[in-house]
């Protein structure tokens, strides 16, 4: 689905945006991104994460659709759940350029007290103007995470306050977002495959918009303090399979349970119908199930339909608190083109 969207917004926006991997003309990046020898600038912040984010604002890429380049994507929710608060690390680090004033001031007051003597200020060496469709491209990413706490603030109210129409703003947003995409590419060909994906995706994304917002505050949190470590995608695949899926996606995991018990508890005491907060603190309970059975490969699997009769139960090294702050991966996004 990502192929037409995107071919779309470049054809109206006349760019498009860019993540992960792309074809990218050495002397344009040095031109607009370096400068010359004679003028040399410093168009991206030194120390950007998302730097190909800033990029696209300013290259202003195009999308070739008939170039398809393979990225390797994670292998289990877990990796990717790390992989997305680092992103978020970074969207957020890309904020405070973005919006120097509103954001980056206050942060950089945050960082000052919080860090004390380590913190080391940076300075911006050229400003990048950006026009409004350069802008909206840019901050695509930002808007997706700040709708998380958004939609968690939007459940709590709506089991409190008397709606008109209770469902329909989650329906149509779960339906546009989960089912729609997956039904537009289904065929006689997939459909058992789109409709596996499709109660997948609701399984992990209805418990998303909590999780969301503690990713984002623990990102937050990282940054802030500074205390970030960079640990190789591979390190955590590799552990993980050392490990039973199960137990290590419920030792990571564990807390969301306990939280979704907790809160479940007191909902039910204090309410006798929050359909809403129910369904979410639901599937938040379930999902250190999910991603351990989601994570099980072929060989694990196969004992695993036969009721686990031959599996061996191995221990589990957890990842560190620290360690896990910031992952370093890569797009998950399978075969896809970017220019």
Request: glycine share 6%.
């Amino acid at each position: 689905i990502n192929e037409p969207l995107t071919n779309t917004i470049t054809a109206i926006l006349g760019k498009s945006g860019f993540c992960g991997k792309g074809l990218i003309q050495n002397s344009g990046y040095v031109r607009q991104c370096c400068g010359s020898p004679e003028k040399p600038i410093e168009a991206v912040p030194i120390d950007v994460l998302s730097h190909d984010t800033f990029e696209a604002a300013i290259l202003k890429p195009l999308y070739a659709g008939d170039v398809h380049l393979l990225e390797g994507p994670c292998h289990n929710y877990v990796t990717w759940d790390i992989r997305e608060r680092r992103w978020n690390r970074g969207e957020l680090l890309l904020a405070m350029y973005f919006f120097p004033k509103t954001i980056g001031h206050p942060m950089g007051i945050l960082q000052r007290l919080l860090q004390g003597k380590s913190f080391v200020q940076t300075k911006v060496r050229t400003v990048s103007r950006l026009d409004t469709s350069s802008a909206y491209l840019a901050h695509a990413a930002l808007r997706q995470i700040a709708m998380k706490p958004l939609l968690v603030l939007y459940i709590m109210l709506a089991d409190f306050i008397k709606l008109h129409c209770t469902w329909q703003p989650i329906v149509t947003v779960m339906f546009l977002i989960i089912i729609f995409p997956k039904v537009a590419t289904c065929s006689r060909s997939n459909f058992r495959a789109v409709i596996l994906e499709t109660i997948a995706s609701i399984l992990q994304f209805t418990p998303e918009s909590v999780v969301g917002t503690v990713r984002i505050l623990r990102s937050l949190r990282a940054h802030l303090t500074g205390n970030a470590r960079w640990v190789p995608q591979r390190a955590v695949e590799e552990e993980f399979k050392m490990s039973s899926p199960l137990v290590f996606s419920l030792r990571y995991l564990w807390y969301y349970m306990v939280f979704a018990a907790i809160c479940g508890g007191i909902v039910k005491y204090l309410m006798h119908e929050a359909k809403f907060m129910m369904l979410m603190l639901g599937t938040l309970f379930a999902l250190p199930f999910y991603a351990g059975f989601t994570a099980l490969t072929p060989s694990v699997g196969a004992p695993a339909a036969r009721g686990f009769e031959d599996m061996e139960t191995k221990g589990v090294k957890g990842v560190s608190e620290e360690a896990s702050e910031a992952v370093e991966v890569w797009p998950a996004l399978g075969s896809r083109a970017a220019a």
